[in-house]
């Protein structure tokens, strides 16, 4: 079976056919044109359902095909779980920490890349007065399959506990890894060589890889 991952992001790609290595993963850019998909849920799993059949339903042929589409963020104790679904467009937040934590801002429309979006967060840190807070990266994996003619559509949740830190950014990290301990670690998330076998979205394909076992 092929997986066909809605995203045409190379960092995802490649940890996707390390970890589902019994199945040929292609981006959806193989089989459609570039679709622009409305994210437009209230959870990590809504925004995962809706890439994901945004694709599956423009394939023309679903035989021994499916989906997989993740939606994953960062989200923060200290901001009410900010910036939570907005992770990737953080950046384009203008109001302050305290707002933010309220649940007082604008939905951000841009994203404007890994850099600004952890300054926004070191902001906010600094803006509470705070050094450090609780912290899960949070990853949904929706999936659509046909099975004798019928979609089943699954979603599998992966979550790594830990804590944001005001550190030093590696503009070379990916995401607000250069931020992020792991529970039972001392390195920031971008520093640990086995960061794929613990990450939020390794344990979210962990659980979809033994789902998917059968179609092996």
């Not at 939570?84 to 384009?92: E, Q």
């Not at 931020?179 to 979210?204: V, Y």
């Amino acid at each position: 079976m092929t997986i066909i991952f809605a995203s045409n992001n190379a960092k995802k790609l490649q940890e996707l056919r390390a970890i589902l290595s019994a199945f040929e993963v292609q981006s959806y850019h193989t089989f459609l044109d570039a679709i622009e998909i409305m994210e437009n849920g209230s959870s990590f799993a809504e925004n995962a359902r809706l890439k994901a059949r945004a694709i599956y339903d423009r394939l023309p042929n679903k035989n021994n095909l499916c989906v997989l589409a993740d939606d994953s963020g960062l989200c923060v104790d200290a901001l009410n779980g900010m910036p939570g679904i907005f992770s990737a467009r953080f950046a384009d937040i203008p109001q302050n920490a305290h707002q933010i934590a309220q649940g007082d801002f604008d939905v951000p429309q841009q994203d404007l890349g890994d850099q600004a979006n952890n300054l926004k967060l070191l902001a906010c840190l600094k803006e509470l007065g705070i050094k450090q807070s609780g912290a899960s990266f949070v990853c949904v994996m929706a999936l659509c399959v046909c099975v004798g003619g019928v979609l089943q559509e699954k979603s599998f949740r992966g979550e790594c506990r830990g804590k944001v830190c005001q550190a030093p950014l590696n503009p070379k990290a990916f995401g607000y890894d250069p931020l992020f301990i792991p529970e039972g670690h001392t390195l920031t998330m971008d520093q640990i060589a086995t960061k794929n076998t613990l990450s939020h979205r390794f344990l979210a394909l962990q659980q979809c890889k033994e789902f998917l076992k059968p179609y092996s």
